[in-house]
C-alpha cells in the first residue's frame, strides 16, 4: 500500500511541477458548455438561496439583471425564491471566482492552461474595489461596469493574449514575490507586469485607440486586476492533485459566505464544511466590524498554493493594509504555515527569508495536529447586499473541516 | 568557623543565586507573566496533539506514514 508520505509527495509534486500560461479570455458559455440561461455559479461549497448571505444574494440579484433572466432587483429576488436559477459551486466546473463569485454564460472568463497536465481553469475579471458585484454591488454603475467588461474590455484582453501567445504565470509570480507581492490582497506588482507584457499586444489589436485608453486606463487603476488570474492559475494547479489515494493533502478552500468548505485529496470530491470565521481587520472610513459579512469567496484558493498569507513574509506592507499587525511581522505567518505543509515550492522564493520556498500542499494531518488554522488574507463585504467591500483583514480556516475530513480520509485508509 | 567547616561549606548552586533564565513549554501566559517581571524567559510553543483530543490523536497517531 502506497504511505501517507509519499501520495503526499506526489500531491505536492504535481502542484508544484504545473506549468500555469495565462492563454485566453472567452465567453463563460464556450468555456463550461453546462452554462445555461438560469445557471449561476458560486464561490464555495454548495449552498441554496435561502441560505445565503446579503452580499451572495445582492450578487445573484445583480447577476440575473445582467443576464437579462429579470426586469429588476426585485424580480431577481423573487426568482430566486422561487427556485428559477440552479446554484451550483464553480469548484465543480473547473472554475473559480473571488468573494460571491458569480460566473454565469455571457460573462467574459480568464483561461489559463495547465501545460503540464492539460488541463485548463476560469475565473471571471476583477470589476476593481469598492461597490462591485462580486462584493453584493448591483446598482447602475455595478452592471454598467460589467457591461463594458463583456463587450470592450474581455474580448480586448482575449485578443491581445492570443496575439500573444499567452503568458507564462510561473516566472511572473516569482518576480512578484520578489517585488512585494502575496497574489490575495496585494497585486500591485503582477497587475503591473501583467500589463507590461500585454500592451504591446494590446495596442496591435485593439479596435479602436478610444477601447485601448479604457482598457490601460482600467488596468492602470486596478492594484488587484492579478487577482482573478492568480485564482485561475490556483484552480488549474491544484485539479492534477486531485483524487490521489493516500493523500491527506488539500485541494481547494473556498467560502460561499455561510458555510467554509475544504477538498481533501484522498477523500475526493466530497466538500468538508463548517460555519464561516468572521474576519479581523481594518475597515473604509464609515464602515466596522458591524457591517461586516462572514468570510467568503474562493480565492482562498491562493492559499492552497502557497500564496496569500502562506506568503505574507514576502509582502509586509499588506500586513499593515489588512490590520494583522506590525510589518515585522509578516514572517511570522509564512513561518506558522511553514508548519502545516507538505513541502515548499522552489519556484517561488520569498526574498526576506533568505529565499525560502512558499510553503505548499496543506496536509490535515498537521493542521489537526498542531491545531494551527490555515490563515487567508481576504476582503471584508458589507452583510447586506448592494453595498459591497468595507475592508480587508485576515480569517482563519475553521478546524471542523480539517478534522471532519481527517476521520474520512482515515476511513478511506480502512484506519477508521 | 573552624578550618574544616570552611572546607566541606558548599557553594549555593548559581541557580539559586543567578537571575533566573527560563524556557517556557506550552500556556504561554506563563512566559508573559515573567517576562513583564524582567525575568529572561524562551516560550517554546507546544499543546497536545490534536489539541488533547484523544479520538482524532488516536487517529493521528494511525495515520502517521
Redesign the interface.
Known amino acids: 500500500m502506497k504511505?501517507?508520505?509519499q501520495a503526499n509527495r506526489e500531491g505536492l509534486r504535481r502542484i508544484i511541477d504545473g506549468e500555469p500560461v495565462l492563454v485566453d479570455v472567452v465567453a463563460a458559455r464556450d468555456a463550461i458548455p453546462q452554462l445555461a440561461d438560469h445557471v449561476i455559479l458560486h464561490a464555495g461549497p454548495p449552498i441554496e438561496w435561502e441560505r445565503m448571505c446579503g452580499p451572495m444574494r445582492g450578487a445573484v440579484m445583480g447577476i440575473a439583471v445582467f443576464e437579462g433572466w429579470a426586469k429588476d432587483l426585485d424580480d431577481a429576488a423573487s426568482q430566486a425564491a422561487a427556485g428559477s436559477f440552479a446554484f451550483h459551486p464553480n469548484h465543480h466546473h473547473g472554475a473559480v471566482g473571488p468573494m460571491a463569485g458569480m460566473t454565469t454564460a455571457s460573462q467574459p472568463l480568464f483561461v489559463v492552461e495547465n501545460r503540464t497536465f492539460g488541463n485548463h481553469a476560469y475565473c471571471t475579471i476583477n470589476e476593481g474595489l469598492g461597490k462591485v458585484l462580486r462584493y453584493g454591488g448591483n446598482d447602475a454603475e455595478v452592471l454598467g461596469r460589467l457591461r463594458w467588461i463583456r463587450d470592450v474590455l474581455g474580448p480586448a484582453l482575449g485578443r491581445a493574449l492570443r496575439e500573444c501567445g499567452g503568458i507564462s504565470l510561473k516566472p511572473l509570480i516569482a518576480r512578484g514575490l520578489t517585488m512585494g507581492d502575496e497574489m490575495h490582497q496585494r497585486n500591485v506588482a503582477c497587475s503591473s507586469l501583467l500589463l507590461r507584457q500585454l500592451a504591446p499586444a494590446l495596442a496591435r489589436t485593439c479596435k479602436t485607440s478610444e477601447d485601448l485608453a479604457a482598457v490601460l486606463d482600467f488596468l492602470g487603476r486596478n492594484d488587484q486586476f492579478f487577482l482573478n488570474v492568480a485564482m485561475a492559475m490556483g484552480k488549474a494547479l491544484t485539479d492534477p492533485a486531485r483524487n490521489i489515494e493516500a493523500c491527506?493533502v488539500v485541494t481547494a478552500m473556498s467560502r460561499n459566505g455561510t458555510d467554509f468548505g475544504i477538498r481533501v485529496s484522498g477523500t475526493g470530491d466530497r466538500w468538508f464544511t463548517a460555519s464561516v470565521e468572521m474576519p479581523v481587520g481594518l475597515y473604509f472610513p464609515g464602515f466596522s466590524a458591524r457591517d461586516a459579512n462572514p468570510d467568503i469567496g474562493d480565492s482562498a484558493i491562493v492559499e492552497t498554493i502557497g500564496l496569500g498569507a502562506f506568503a505574507m513574509a514576502a509582502a509586509p506592507a499588506v500586513v499593515g493594509y489588512l490590520g494583522a499587525g506590525r510589518a515585522s511581522e509578516a514572517a511570522t505567518f509564512t513561518r506558522s504555515m511553514a508548519e502545516i505543509v507538505a513541502g515548499h515550492n522552489p519556484a517561488w522564493t520569498i526574498p526576506g527569508l533568505d529565499f525560502a520556498g512558499v510553503p505548499t500542499g496543506i496536509d490535515i494531518?498537521l493542521v489537526?495536529?498542531?491545531?494551527l488554522a490555515p490563515t487567508i488574507n481576504t476582503g471584508i463585504a458589507h452583510r447586506e447586499p448592494g453595498v459591497g467591500q468595507v475592508g480587508a483583514g485576515v480569517v482563519k480556516a475553521p478546524l471542523k473541516c480539517f478534522?471532519d475530513a481527517?476521520?474520512a480520509?482515515?476511513e478511506t485508509?480502512d484506519?477508521? | 568557623m573552624c578550618p574544616d567547616e570552611a572546607q566541606n561549606r558548599v557553594e549555593p548552586n548559581a541557580l539559586l543565586t543567578a537571575a533566573p533564565r527560563v524556557v517556557n513549554v506550552g500556556l504561554e501566559l506563563f512566559a508573559a507573566d515573567l517576562a513583564s517581571q524582567g525575568a529572561k524567559v524562551v516560550h517554546v510553543h507546544w499543546s497536545p496533539p490534536a489539541g488533547g483530543d484523544a479520538r482524532l490523536a488516536d487517529l493521528l497517531a494511525k495515520l502517521q506514514s
Open positions: 504511505s501517507i508520505d491527506s494531518r489537526v495536529e498542531t491545531q478534522e481527517l476521520v480520509f482515515a485508509m484506519l477508521g
